[in-house]
């Protein structure tokens, strides 16, 4: 299976769940709002060049936004992490290791702790923008960052149960391949 | 031109990421209502914000005007004052008019004009007020001048078609009636020639207890200005046990040095009041003559 055409189903796979499932349970409590769909975005090929990642980023967010009726508000914090990951793997990942030896991050290629990092910074931009966007003002300080945390972490959740109820096969590159 | 691509080009991503934040932001703000409300009102505060700033620096232009017209209006009020008008007693008087103040001027005794001092001085011991009202505007000698505040600041003494000249409270010749609020002594007013911020005020009785900060006003008989109007407060009381009056240093309201709007009093029946005390002592002279 190609890479594109695994990506198209992953994008459709997160947006539906992330609509259909996530959005569609009946609300844990006020400050916690499980999102997973950015993983898809975590989740691309290394070798994507940071125009196309944007571009990417900011078409995933346009669709579950065209779904949430918010347009522009998962868009922007898509862009902003599509915008942030390659640096996040710069620091996070010797170059001529990794990212050469495989397609994409997961906790196998990166290894768990890097890959921890990776999606932890990430999920903070993405929530912590989000939420800035869509208060449009820090509030009462308390709140922002209780909801942060705790949207955070179910974030955090969701992804590691991803990772391992689903664990992906990397095949390891080599020259002669 | 070749340094603005190659800048360009070096941040080539980070330019596309402003781009799609841009774009997102104008969805997030176009097509939410709530954001749409909220970023209109953040706009609105900002710009409110800075028409303000703008208005503070716009309305220093603007003062001048301003001023005039609270001058004027001041002017308009104060003649509409019901102490500028010396009512016989009506119950001697059985004609009901239905305007409650006689518009044909038979009784009115005090007609106010406002007038913009032109040129003035403290620092010398005769000092003048020029302001720009004139005979053609209706000023003539003996009028009273007081300042915005209804301080007394002098008397017209000269007039030209269209300047009067004043001869100020600060003038060594200047005399003036005054009364202590408090006890409503008469004393007079006058001026050292020294310091152009206190005036002198002898002639109130040591029965008087006069303290520091008892308000000055101008005397009931004056024939020039209204009676009751501030001339100052005491500054100090001079020590003079040779004497059964006081001497004390007033300070005064007007302040001499910024004057710039003023009105001008006209007391109305002041010819009528003259030519009575005239009359009167011509009487008596002849009175007397017979009995020589």
Redesign the interface.
Known sequence: MSDLLKNIIRFTFFILVQWFVLFKIPPLHRFIVPYIYYLFILWLPFYIP??WL??I??LT??SL?YFTQ????H??AC??IA?IRPFIINILLPKDTSEFNYREPSPRTMGWTPYAVYVLILTLFHHSYMLL?EW?SFGDFITFAVKLIATTGISFLLIFTTELLFPRKMRYRTNTA | MRNIFLFIGRYFTFFIFLVFQVLALSFLFRYNKYHHAVGLGMTNELTGWMNSKYANVDNYFHLKQESDRIHRINDSLINLLQSNFLNPDTATKFVQDSIPYDTLGHRRRYLWRDAEVVSNSVNSERNYIQINRGSKQGVKDNMGVLNSDLSLVGIVVNTSDNFSQVMSLLHVKNNVNAIMKKSGNAGTISWDGKNPLFLTMTGVPKSDSVVRGDTVLTGTYSLSFPPLKMIGRVASIVKDNSSNFYTLRIQTAANFQNLQHVFVVENLQSVEQEKLDKETRKKIDELKKPAR
């Not at chain 1, 918010?70 to 508000?73: E, F, H, N, R, S």
């Open positions: 940071r125009f944007l571009v980023g900011f967010g346009l936004d918010t347009p522009g508000l868009a922007a862009v902003l915008y966007l449009l």
